[in-house]
């Protein structure tokens, strides 16, 4: 087997600290302005920096120790073996690992904005999906790590033995070419040209900066969105 160092992550472990975080931190400044009324303009603003500095901290620190994982991720033609090196609450074990038949997804999608690539790994028994990130640096969006040419050659090479039927192929879209991926684009666009439609008809109801930043974040997903989803050089 060859094995590689990497760091493992669960996608909803990213959506609790970046949604989480933000939410219970706003919501103790808006007890705080409700209980304390009366509060001159410079404790409020100083409140106020104080929490964004600290939203930006804890979602860093939960990014480092908590959300990403260190493990060793070990696989062959005959499957793929993902230890963690240390607990964590977003993983119910330590070890998993499984046969390519009992794999249903395995997809490498690529990250304009860091330049690198990761990996969903999707076990059938038990019924878990892993993010494995990578972070070499690659300026190619075509272009793959080791790690990635041996996990989907091993992958294409389980889904030829898998031809007879005897058990479902794995499904190696990336996480970029879901189904509920294409939908949040849909409603990215939609928001996008709703905005810009509302600013014509009413110039003064929406800050041009607000859009701007709206836009700014927006065009990061449709970036990877679009890098993931257009044809391969050959």
Request: hydrophobic share 45%; with cysteine; glycine share 6%.
């Amino acid at each position: 087997m060859k094995t590689f160092e990497l760091t493992c992550l669960r996608m909803y472990s990213l959506y609790l600290v970046f949604l989480g975080v933000p939410i219970l931190l706003m919501a103790f400044m808006g007890y705080i302005f409700l209980t304390f009324r009366d509060l001159p303009d410079w404790a409020i603003i100083t409140i106020i920096i104080l929490i964004i500095t600290y939203v930006i901290i804890i979602v860093l620190y939960l990014l480092k120790k908590v959300s990403k994982i260190p493990c060793k991720v070990s696989l062959d033609d005959q499957g793929i073996k993902i230890e963690l090196l240390s607990r964590s609450i977003f993983f119910p074990g330590k070890v998993f690992e499984s046969s390519w038949s009992g794999i249903s997804e395995v997809g490498s999608s690529y990250e304009p904005q860091r330049q690198n690539r990761f990996y969903k790994v999707s076990f059938s028994r038990p019924s878990i999906t892993i993010y494995i990130d990578h972070t070499q640096k690659l300026e190619d969006p075509d272009e793959e790590t080791e790690f990635g040419r041996l996990l989907m050659g091993y992958v294409a090479l389980a889904n030829q033995n898998l031809a007879d039927g005897s058990a479902q192929r794995i499904d190696t879209r990336n996480f970029y070419q879901s189904g509920w991926a294409r939908n949040v684009t849909i409603f990215v666009w939609i928001i996008m040209a709703g905005l810009f439609v509302f600013k014509i008809i009413y110039p003064d109801t929406i800050e041009f900066w607000r859009i701007a930043q709206f836009s700014i974040v927006a065009g990061i997903w449709l970036l990877a969105y679009r890098m993931n989803n257009r044809k391969k050089k050959t």
